[in-house]
């Protein structure tokens, strides 16, 4: 009888082939861990490193290179949440996960549905409710574990005996965390699916600021409404939350006021409904929304040019921006 290897078939080929078809999976992982991409990018490359250093037999011995991957991006990005927390307490501003484009939307200028061009981070990352931003911002204020253990049981329904080997506590003490984190979860109301009319809540958002219509922004805006920003130091943004949908609304007519030719765009944003702001051709600013009994509660302004690598199409950082363009 002959073996696999006498029949033409090659088990380690076989193996590198399914390695290689675990990135986007680990990456999506990754992204949901850390908000952001470069970040999610660099633990799962430091997981494949970490295994083709490993000689041949060593890899030939892992049952499932599949979940070895796992584990270790796991505790990879473990250890990024630990460190990330203290870098951002000094973070200039607040901290907003980065954005994402959709993969059907036009992309550094070009269709991205085919042809050249830069790599869509959205065929990277599947875009679903657990990437909108609202979740992802809760997720931000878990504990490292906590986020861990929510993620990965709640969102990729791993087992808590697995979960346990890349946070290193018991099964018990994991299923404690993802609770904690579930309950977050639930009191700040996030969710669970897109709203039907955020598309046209935005749309009529866009063409209010664009008419610099002050009565009609605060109708759209909730009373309550928050606005937060994020421009890393990078950029001229505010540096506290906006408060209030008479504020809010006040706030963007100035804008719009010191930045005359920026263009609003609709676009998706981590899945649902968003606007993109540019100006000469670039992005300066991407908007995300959060939805609240048919007003818009919460906007998100990414301007920090680091987290709009994605949207523009060469990434540098250097576009002309009107200084408190938002």
Not at 102 to 130: H, I, K, M, N
Not at 189 to 213: I, T
Not at 215 to 232: R, S, Y
């Amino acid at each position: 009888m002959n073996t696999p290897s006498e029949a033409g078939i090659d088990p380690y080929g076989r193996q590198l082939s399914v390695i290689v078809g675990e990135r986007r999976r680990l990456t999506d992982l990754a992204y949901r861990l850390l908000g952001s991409l470069a970040e999610a990018e660099d633990a799962v490359q430091e997981a494949y490193t970490r295994w083709y250093a490993m000689s041949r037999r060593q890899q030939e011995a892992v049952e499932s290179p599949g979940a070895w991957l796992t584990t270790v991006t796991g505790r990879i990005c473990l250890d990024v949440l630990g460190s990330a927390r203290a870098r951002r307490e000094r973070y200039v501003g607040a901290w907003i996960p980065e954005p994402l484009p959709d993969r059907t939307e036009w992309f550094g200028g070009r269709a991205v549905s085919g042809g050249a061009g830069p790599a869509d981070p959205a065929d990277r990352v599947t875009l679903d409710e657990s990437v909108n931003m609202a979740f992802l911002v809760v997720l931000e204020s878990m504990t490292p574990a906590e986020r861990v253990a929510f993620v990965l049981h709640d969102v990729f329904r791993y087992p808590f005996a697995e979960i346990a080997e890349i946070v290193g506590r018991t099964a018990a003490a994991c299923r404690q965390l993802a609770a904690s984190a579930r309950r977050r979860v639930r009191d700040e109301r996030v969710p669970a699916a897109p709203s039907a009319g955020q598309a046209g809540l935005v749309r009529s958002f866009k063409e209010a600021w664009e008419e610099r219509d002050i009565k009609a922004l605060v109708g759209l805006l909730d009373p309550e409404a928050t606005m937060t920003a994020d421009g890393g130091g990078f950029v001229g943004t505010v540096l506290r939350p906006v408060e209030g949908g008479e504020r809010i609304a006040q706030y963007l007519i100035h804008i719009a006021d010191k930045a005359p030719g920026l263009v609003l765009l609709e676009r998706s944003v981590n899945g649902l409904p968003g606007l993109v702001a540019q100006h000469s051709g670039r992005t300066v600013t991407v908007a995300a929304f959060d939805l609240a009994e048919g007003r818009i509660s919460r906007i998100w302004a990414v301007r920090n040019p680091e987290k709009l690598r994605p949207w523009n199409e060469d990434g540098a950082d250097g576009a002309e921006r009107p200084d408190g363009a938002s």
